[in-house]
């Protein structure tokens, strides 16, 4: 018979062995490479990314490639093309984490053109994690990023104009879908269009790690120094080698709040699939507030060890992007409320 003593023991000790069990006790084989990324335009970004992953590549790599292809795309609502604060300024948030757990992050940056790249500079050549403002811009003049002329896109300096005329500070949902005329019109939507400001991905290599990596200018009209979940670490991105990845997009206190992907991860960590796990974490933000929640989005996007992904989100309209070497697709993402605001 066992005595507390030895119970607690056993217990300590099987209970890491049960939580790994729970993930890989399963025959299904594991699909590697595999990339996923937040919104249909994530398709180009995964065939960006796939130019390393497809070549035995390290995820680390192809992450950042992925999320340099959107930054350095003109007029596309991410980078120094996306929709400027309300102070007239585009700050860009972005961070990257690898199968180490090393991480970089960049907050609130203001002219330099990849700010995951800062990131990556940050995480592989300073004790720390993140830098912001002014300070992270002084890092990268140092290490060889130039800084950008202070130019809006025709289309943010179009839609800030516009919302100018009433100066609301209003989040809305799903602004991610209303018309832009960004290069990246899918065909996936009704309209045919897409605008969106932040690009999240994570991958698995051929080697069976994992990294992630976002990039983002962030809610438009946000107050002048104001970071979303983007470049948090366990908010905006996190990646545990051992489990999965997740990213995240839409309003990004909501994300902070419950540390979005951190708690997607470890949803994964007791065995729920990334689909699952995404929901969970969905319900953790409605369950807060469900009025509230009503008048927002979230969307989670999640891919574990064995290379398998799925999204969840508070309302209809969020899509994600897949790139794997026997698909390449968008999915719409399950969601709580149709309130048709998409
Ligand atoms: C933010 N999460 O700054 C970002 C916004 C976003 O698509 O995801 N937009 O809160």
């Not at 897409?194 to 994992?210: E, Q, R």
Request: aromatic letters at 8%.
């Amino acid at each position: 018979m066992l005595n507390r003593r030895k119970f607690l023991q056993v217990s300590t000790l099987s209970a890491p062995l049960l939580s790994i069990k729970n993930i890989f006790n399963n025959t299904a084989a594991q699909t590697k490479p595999i990339v996923v990324s937040t919104w249909a335009d994530g398709i180009q970004v995964n065939n960006e990314a796939w130019k390393i992953l497809s070549t035995q590549g390290r995820a680390l790599d192809a992450v950042e490639k992925g999320a340099r292809y959107i930054e350095g795309t003109q007029n596309c609502c991410i980078g120094l093309g996306g929709y400027p604060d309300r102070d007239g300024v585009v700050t860009l948030d972005s961070c990257i984490m690898d199968e180490h757990a090393n991480c970089g992050s960049v907050g609130a940056i203001e002219q330099i053109k990849h700010p995951v790249s800062v990131a990556r500079k940050i995480m592989e050549t300073t004790p720390h994690i993140m830098l912001v403002g002014e300070g992270a811009q002084k890092f990268a003049l140092e290490n060889g990023f130039k800084k950008e002329p202070p130019v809006l896109s025709n289309d943010a300096k179009k839609a800030y104009h516009e919302w100018l005329k009433k100066s609301q500070y209003k989040p809305e949902i799903n602004i991610e879908n209303k018309k832009g005329n960004g290069p990246f019109a899918p065909n996936f939507f009704d309209d045919g269009s897409v605008n969106h400001d932040t690009m999240g991905l994570v991958a698995l290599d051929a080697s069976g790690n994992m990294s992630g990596a976002v990039t983002t200018s962030g809610m438009a009209y946000k107050i002048h120094g104001r970071v979303g979940d983007s470049p948090i670490i366990g908010a905006g991105l996190f990646v545990d080698n051992e489990v999965g990845a997740a990213t995240s997009s839409g309003m990004g206190e909501e994300v902070m709040r419950i540390c979005g992907t951190h708690l997607v991860v470890e949803y994964m960590r007791q065995g729920f699939s990334p689909e699952t796990a995404c929901r969970k974490a969905i319900e953790r933000i409605i369950n807060r507030d469900r009025e509230k929640a009503k008048t927002l989005q979230v969307g989670f996007l999640a891919l574990n060890k064995k290379g398998q992904y799925g999204a969840f989100a508070v309302q209809k309209g969020f899509v994600f992007s897949v790139k794997s070497n026997g698909e390449e697709k968008v999915y719409p993402s399950k969601y709580v409320f149709d309130l048709g605001a998409t």
